[in-house]
């Protein structure tokens, strides 16, 4: 069955109001998650919900937190959430950063004491759609073992890019530096699915196929080996200790049965390439794609999310009438 957004989006309000959100943050919120599902982006969709519901009744998060700007520098604000969630916290600050970008050329967002547990590319696209370039990382819990290790240490870590095309959509991409985002892991899991080969190992270290053994005791493993552990590093270093958050190991939620948001930090880098480049960039963007499908790539980033996008709006958003029934449940 199809649901219309703004449908799903005011159900999703409900729910995490419902819970103990506020106004304000239950906008923010189902904003992302009805979001993701418009744009295919199952794994971070209504799939989260009763994750985000856990989360909340376990005490866990504080649903009713006021972020705290504060205005550091001519290109730096740091955020703390207050144990809330992230999304919230780059709401209130987000004004403040595109006028610091727009005046210095570049800004830096620093947000801790926080809580992500959604899709990373809404956090920056809007960026983008502004002509800002933007790139923001988030570190979140220990489930991946760095390269050479015995271990896991890092969290999934994702990163994600924005910047302006002209004449198209922004480039969009939001990748974790796991071989396998773990809310995908868990769908296959629910699926019965096996995953690749090097998505992960069991809880004796042995590399497995089977999602159940990764999520019970087992870990995931970064992509591309010690490059992409590389890159998760880097995360920790810049979601976790320049922000003041706490690494993907420091927290402890098991005396808050339920909890499943990450406690960690978030790094949001904006760039006006107006400074030096005026338009040149959003056409130098479009040269760039355009050679690209001279070479013969099919699929540029975030190009499904757009297909599925223009299809929700013209037939509204695909979910299943158990789903559907699933989230009204969560009301009651």
Known sequence: MHVPFAELKALLESIFERHGCTPAV????????????????????????????STLASGWVDGKATPEISDL??????????????QPALAAARD????????????????????????????????????????????????????GARKPVFGTNPIAFA????????????????????????????????????VGVDGQGQVTQD???????????????????????????LAAALTGGHFSWEFDWSGHPGAKTPWTGQLLIVIDPQVAQGQRFAQRSRLLLEQMEAAGVSRMPGARRHLERERAQREGVAITASALQALRDLLT
């Open 26 to 53: 239950a906008r923010v919120l189902a904003a992302n998650c009805a979001s993701a599902e418009r744009d295919g982006a199952h794994s971070h969709g209504v799939f989260r919900m009763p994750g985000y519901v």
């Open 163 to 198: 910047a302006p095309c002209e004449g198209h959509p922004p480039i969009v991409f939001d990748m974790a530096t796991s071989a396998m985002a773990h809310g995908d892991v868990q769908l296959a899991a629910r699926a019965g699915e096996a995953v690749a080969l090097g």
């Open 96 to 147: 403040l950063m595109v006028a610091k970008a727009r005046a210095a050329g570049i800004a830096v967002l620093a947000i801790y004491n926080s809580h992500h547990f959604a899709a990373l590319w809404p956090d920056v696209e809007p960026f983008a759609e502004q002509g800002l370039v933007a790139l923001s990382v988030v570190n979140s819990m220990t489930c991946v073992v760095p390269h």
């Open 211 to 237: 999602p159940a053994k990764i999520l019970d005791g087992g870990a995931l493993l970064p992509f591309g080996g010690h490059k992409g552990s590389a890159l998760s590093m880097m995360v920790e270093l």
């Open 73 to 86: 520098a001519a290109g730096y604000i740091s955020v703390d959430a207050r144990g809330g969630f992230a």
